[in-house]
Antibody
Framework: EVQLVESGGGLVQPGGSLRLSCAAS????????MHWVRQAPGKGLVWVSR????????SYADSVKGRFTISRDNAKNTLYLQMNSLRAEDTAVYYC??????????????WGQGTMVTVSS | SYVLTQPPSVSVAPGQTARITCGGN??????VHWYQQKPGQAPVLVVY???DRPSGIPERFSGSNSGNTATLTISRVEAGDEADYYC????????????FGGGTKLTVL
């Protein structure tokens, strides 16, 4: 079964750090671009970051640029999001998602169940 | 940035047709994807590249895209279709970013 499972969320103080993980199974992880998408409580989806299949290229939303770092370990089939200098507005459910599973389409065809990050003192 | 505008809510009776729009500057030149999200669940892709359906998605879900508006159409709406729906595009001009619309709550009356 194709699956993405996030972990690492929790409560962190403003200015703190957290590292999220996303474990992939059921597909050849190293062949796909991967993304992080977040959703603040009661709000819509917001794309956060993406990484290409071999990890050599990344991009970020302006709201997290310079604070968050996306990475991957293809040997461990795992995607990461290192989040530093966290702010209250980073409070959200964080989803990992896959793109490239539908031919040349960039649609996000597989999503994890999400992990909650709460930034509060 | 690239702004995608969706109506906050759409209501439809069971068996009728629901149309959810997604407005953006020259969106017809981009590939639009649509996601369904039910409360407490992760999003699910229901239409990609304007009008294609992933395997397992009913034919009742269809899409179109032209000019400045993309549309998700759900025919013969069922109670189980009640959810939030989001459109999404990739924009090469904004640092290769992906953008989501604000979401539309579909209510089945």
């Amino acid at each position: 079964e194709v699956q993405l499972v996030e972990s690492g969320g929790g409560l962190v103080q403003p200015g703190g750090s957290l590292r999220l993980s996303c474990a992939a199974s059921g597909f050849t992880f190293s062949s796909y671009w991967m993304h992080w998408v977040r959703q603040a409580p009661g709000k819509g989806l917001v794309w956060v970051s993406r990484i290409n299949s071999d990890g050599s290229s990344t991009s970020y939303a302006d709201s997290v640029k310079g604070r968050f770092t996306i990475s991957r370990d293809n040997a461990k089939n795992t995607l990461y999001l290192q989040m530093n200098s966290l702010r209250a507005e980073d409070t959200a459910v964080y989803y990992c998602a896959r793109s490239g599973g539908l031919g040349a389409s960039d649609a996000f065809d597989i999503w994890g169940q999400g992990t909650m990050v709460t930034v509060s003192s | 940035s690239y702004v995608l505008t969706q109506p906050p809510s759409v209501s439809v009776a069971p068996g009728q047709t629901a149309r959810i729009t997604c407005g953006g500057n020259n969106i017809g030149s981009k590939s639009v994807h649509w996601y369904q999200q039910k409360p407490g669940q992760a999003p699910v892709l229901v239409v990609y590249d304007d009008s294609d359906r992933p395997s397992g998605i009913p034919e009742r879900f269809s899409g179109s895209n032209s000019g400045n508006t993309a549309t998700l159409t759900i025919s013969r709406v069922e109670a189980g279709d009640e959810a939030d729906y989001y459109c999404q595009v990739w924009d090469s001009s904004s640092d290769h970013s992906w953008w989501f619309g604000g979401g539309t709550k579909l209510t089945v009356l």
